[in-house]
């Protein structure tokens, strides 16, 4: 979190109990980040309010500059104005959309999220973060190297807003069911496959420095373990990753992210590894 230098605030209304706002208010007075703040509108004229708002947050001690922009779409504005500000983080309220329209189109947010090329805090609640604790999704049992910078970001976000939440970071990794029916001979014993499993826990635990009460591994779909795990542990935030798929566009993003925005009951951070972010950046650029 430290890491953090720029924060582009989604406005929903120019207000200074903005819930997207307050969430960047929260990070940026530890991180001492610049507050970029943004109202996507084609029609009203929000340039007064802005204002006021941007003087009364420069009175309370915030670095911060304001604007109100369009640019076809509500993802394509937000991901234009990232990028010409540098922002490490974009901060956006999240509006779950109905089933029926999110069959037929692709929801605002899973837009957002598989275009994007930086950080995204979805905020759902207006649950504090004081005090609560931080769950961070990781996939202990896949050793590739994209997994694992992808692990070492995770980590080490959950870690800083668990210290800038005065609270504890909880990790899930969702164990993949073993292969009971295989027909072929050759494929690896389940019990083998549970061994390498909790042994990759182990080394994972060292170089992390989680103990067992701590990380909670389970057996089953991840997009129905996060949820359910948030929920037990009543966490204020959800840390996700995700991973270029090989062989398709870097473009897209996890459906174990996308699958697990609505259901969650608490704030969603979706970060992505290099592979996709120098993807994204390229087309932003185009």
């Known amino acids: 979190m430290q890491g953090i230098r720029s924060i582009l605030v989604v406005l929903e209304s120019a207000e200074q109990h ?17 507050l970029h703040l943004l ?11 802005l204002t006021e708002l941007k003087l009364h947050l420069l009175d309370q001690g915030y670095s911060t500059s304001a604007e109100q922009a369009w640019a076809g779409s509500l993802h394509e504005t937000i991901i234009g104005v990232q990028q010409a500000e540098g922002c490490d983080l974009v901060i956006k309220r999240h509006r779950a ?23 995204v805090l979805m905020v759902k609640t207006e649950r504090p973060w004081q005090g609560a604790n931080i769950l ?7 050793p590739d190297d994209e997994h694992q910078h992808l692990h070492n970001g995770i980590i080490d976000h959950g870690y800083g807003l668990a210290q800038l939440a005065k609270g504890a970071l909880h990790v899930i990794s969702a164990h993949p069911s073993p292969m009971l029916s295989a027909p072929d001979p050759l494929a690896p014993r389940a019990d083998s ?8 826990c182990q080394a994972f635990q060292a170089q992390f420095d989680i103990d067992d009460q701590h990380l909670h591994i389970a057996e089953g779909p991840a997009d129905e373990l996060i949820p359910y795990m948030a929920h037990k542990l009543e966490a ?4 996700i990753g995700t991973v270029a798929r090989s062989g398709l566009s870097g473009a897209l993003i996890g459906n ?3 699958a697990v925005l609505d259901s969650l009951e608490s704030d969603v951070l979706v970060l992505k590894n290099q592979e996709i972010i120098h993807h994204l950046v ?4 185009r």
């Open 282 to 285: 390229a087309l932003a650029q």
């Open 236 to 239: 204020a935030i959800t840390v």
């Open 97 to 119: 959309e109905q089933s029926l329209k999110k069959a037929l189109l692709t929801p605002v947010d899973w837009k957002l999220l598989r275009e994007c090329p930086s950080a």
């Open 18 to 34: 903005d819930l997207a706002l307050a969430r960047g208010r929260l990070i940026a007075g530890v991180t001492q980040a610049h």
């Open 256 to 258: 174990t992210a996308e």
């Open 136 to 142: 961070a999704a990781v996939d202990v049992g896949n």
């Open 39 to 49: 109202m996507c509108d084609r029609s009203q004229d929000h340039s007064t309010l």
């Open 193 to 200: 496959v549970e061994a390498r499993y909790r042994q990759a």
